[in-house]
């Protein structure tokens, strides 16, 4: 046997005690013999909640997806709830999605619930995450779980715990719980189910949360604006299929072009290489179709329907995709005006984005006379303000990472409802002879032209998250003082909570959680973040510039000096 650390064995042995089944302890025998490499990766730590739940590689040990990991969540959680909710008959509601294990994981998620004499509502089949959100509050259950790996690769799954209203996991409850789960012995889990607290639920929900769906993403749009849209809608082998298309029709738009390629849901997503809309890549059979049928729009949903990547024309009427600031962008800017021409908005209105989204948001919002706040990465931030916030009215948010909510009866990042916006959008755009394209050119006319870009570089194993972490130290070490020759005059550290402001010379506190987050600010106006990724092997760079922009006829050359410029902080930075 080949040398094994005497604190990883440690782990690696108790998964061979009697709690653990015989294809288990195989398994872990043979990786003990034949791959320590695998037998590290798979036991040197616990998986970890981040900003998206638990996610990370289906397997057996503590570092893997499995039905004993899920399981000790699962105990964990019936215990936390029992102690918050003592007078309550508690229940749950559980989904999942098309990923490989999906509906066997929440089946054992189900038992152990049960097992805990928990009531539990469980979908018959794969759903949207979005509606697993909207049915914990409809069905007034204290907790739901989402069994989902979102746009991760094939091996991957996940484990999202969502709250009583109906938004993820936030400080206090998420660390109270993780403490109870990290409490627990294996043998404590419960995975006898008790089949009389487990019932199944399907259309029923489906038709509520598709006729909500409907109410809260159409504006006042014609019938004949509708029929003249041409969509093209790819659900990019996810959940998204069993609810946008019906979604769309009990909207009145039956222009739909689906790729069907792309229709049939499957774990191995075979038709791309990663099934994330932030990717070109995932969007060219649909929009490969649209040219094909002359298509307005393009829509594309990534596996568990919460993020949604959008192509319309532009002003040479060639299909390309809005990166996520664009589309919170025109989102937002139709929200308001809607509100606005209903003279609905009188100080009380709020929008919700990120700290690494683009600085327009808050410049737009403040135009309409509406506060723009600001949270970390993550839709659960924006849910949380939605709770901090009772007594205003939340129009939407979003983040630039695909994802859009609208008003606050799913609280998470939706792409059902998002679909039927954009549709509005582009719909009523058309109907006035002029397209989305231009209306966003129009907005950086008005406010600022406003650029930006994601650079992601992926570090897997244990060397990598060493790697990221290292960098993540070297730049707090050895601050950048100038950017592509612009003087830094501010950083933001969130994980330190302070803000050093060169200009003034003072420091402030930051007053939101702590994160593993640097941001700098040029002189030039220029934003840089760093962030390493709470759900996957990344580390993230978000690049945002601007300038003015004086008219329409000027759009092309001043994208490509930003765009230049963008490129120059790259290449002074050595991360082109």
């Not at 949604?308 to 962008?329: W, Y």
């Not at 601050?479 to 003034?504: A, C, H, W």
């Given at each position: 046997m080949k040398h094994i650390e005497?604190?990883?064995?440690?782990?690696?042995?108790?998964?061979?005690?009697?709690?653990?089944?015989?294809?288990?302890?195989?398994?872990?025998?043979?990786?003990?013999?034949?791959?320590?490499?695998?037998?590290?990766?798979?036991?040197?730590k616990d998986l970890e909640f981040g900003t998206g739940g638990m996610r990370g590689v289906m397997g057996i040990g503590t570092n893997r997806i499995n039905k004993f990991t899920l399981g000790k969540n699962t105990q964990g959680l019936s215990n936390y709830i029992k102690q918050s909710f003592p007078n309550d008959n508690l229940k749950v509601t559980i989904a999942f999605d098309c990923r490989h294990n999906s509906k066997t994981l929440a089946k054992v998620v189900a038992d152990v619930f049960s097992a805990n004499g928990i009531k539990v509502s469980l979908f018959e089949d794969l759903r949207p995450t979005p509606e697993l959100?909207?049915?914990?509050?409809?069905?007034?259950?204290?907790?739901?779980?989402?069994?989902?790996?979102?746009?991760?690769?094939?091996?991957?799954?996940?484990?999202?715990?969502?709250?009583?209203?109906?938004?993820?996991?936030?400080?206090?409850?998420?660390?109270?719980?993780?403490?109870?789960?990290?409490?627990?012995?294996?043998?404590?889990?419960?995975?006898?189910?008790?089949?009389?607290l487990i019932e199944y639920i399907g259309k029923d929900i489906d038709d509520v949360f598709i006729n909500k769906s409907v109410q809260n993403g159409s504006f006042n749009t014609s019938a004949k604006a509708k029929e003249n849209l041409k969509i093209v809608f790819t659900s990019l082998h996810g959940t998204s299929i069993t609810v946008i298309p019906e979604a769309l029709k009990r909207a009145g738009y039956t222009n739909v072009h689906i790729v069907e390629e792309q229709r049939e849901p499957n774990g191995d997503f075979p038709t791309v290489k990663s099934p994330n809309p932030e990717e070109p890549e995932a969007l060219k059979m649909a929009i490969e179709l649209a040219n094909k049928v002359d298509g307005d729009i393009v829509i594309g949903t990534d596996p568990d329907c919460d993020r949604?990547?959008?192509?319309?024309?532009?002003?040479?009427?060639?299909?390309?995709?809005?990166?996520?600031?664009?589309?919170?962008?025109l989102m937002t800017n139709f929200l308001l005006k809607q509100w606005k021409n209903e003279n609905k908005i009188n100080g009380n209105q709020f929008v919700g984005s990120t700290i690494v989204s683009t600085p327009m948001m808050p410049v737009l919002t403040n135009s309409y006379g509406v506060e723009c706040k600001i949270g970390l990465t993550g839709f659960k931030w924006i849910a949380k303000m939605i709770k901090d916030f009772p007594a205003m009215d939340f129009i939407g948010g979003g983040e630039e990472s695909f994802g859009f909510m609208v008003g606050d009866f799913v609280r998470d990042k939706d792409?059902?409802?998002?679909?039927?916006?954009?549709?509005?959008?582009?719909?009523?755009a058309k109907e006035k002879g002029i397209s989305m394209y231009k209306e966003l050119i129009e907005l950086y006319i008005k406010?600022?032209?406003?650029?930006?870009?994601?650079?992601?570089?992926?570090?897997?194993?244990?060397?990598?998250?060493?790697?990221?972490?290292?960098?993540?130290?070297?730049?707090?070490?050895?601050?950048?003082?100038?950017?592509?020759?612009?003087?830094?005059?501010?950083?933001?550290?969130?994980?330190?909570?302070?803000?050093?402001?060169?200009?003034?010379?003072?420091?402030?506190?930051?007053?939101?959680?702590?994160?593993?987050?640097?941001?700098?600010?040029?002189?030039?106006?220029?934003?840089?973040?760093?962030?390493?990724?709470?759900?996957?092997?990344?580390?993230?760079?978000?690049?945002?510039?601007?300038?003015?922009?004086?008219?329409?006829?000027?759009?092309?050359?001043?994208?490509?000096?930003?765009e230049a410029r963008i490129d120059a902080i790259l290449k002074d930075m050595n991360l082109n």
């Open positions: 005497p604190q990883l064995l440690e782990r690696v042995n108790t998964w061979l005690t009697p709690t653990f089944d015989k294809d288990t302890h195989n398994y872990i025998k043979n990786l003990i013999a034949n791959d320590t490499k695998t037998l590290k990766e798979s036991f040197y959100s909207f049915a914990l509050k409809h069905l007034n259950c204290h907790c739901g779980i989402v069994l989902t790996a979102s746009h991760n690769p094939p091996e991957y799954n996940g484990y999202k715990v969502y709250w009583q209203d109906g938004g993820q996991l936030v400080p206090p409850q998420d660390a109270e719980i993780i403490t109870e789960i990290n409490r627990l012995d294996y043998s404590e889990i419960k995975f006898e189910a008790n089949e009389d949604l990547g959008v192509a319309v024309r532009n002003l040479e009427g060639k299909l390309v995709i809005l990166n996520g600031n664009q589309t919170m962008l792409a059902v409802t998002s679909t039927l916006l954009a549709c509005e959008i582009a719909a009523q406010h600022g032209f406003y650029k930006e870009r994601l650079v992601s570089i992926t570090k897997k194993g244990i060397e990598g998250a060493l790697d990221i972490k290292q960098m993540m130290i070297n730049a707090r070490e050895n601050p950048l003082q100038v950017v592509n020759g612009s003087k830094v005059v501010r950083i933001e550290d969130y994980q330190l909570s302070t803000v050093k402001d060169f200009i003034t010379g003072k420091d402030t506190s930051i007053h939101i959680p702590k994160s593993n987050v640097l941001i700098y600010y040029t002189e030039d106006g220029s934003k840089i973040a760093l962030r390493p990724s709470g759900t996957e092997p990344k580390i993230k760079f978000y690049i945002s510039v601007n300038t003015t922009l004086d008219n329409m006829s000027a759009f092309e050359a001043t994208e490509q000096q930003l």
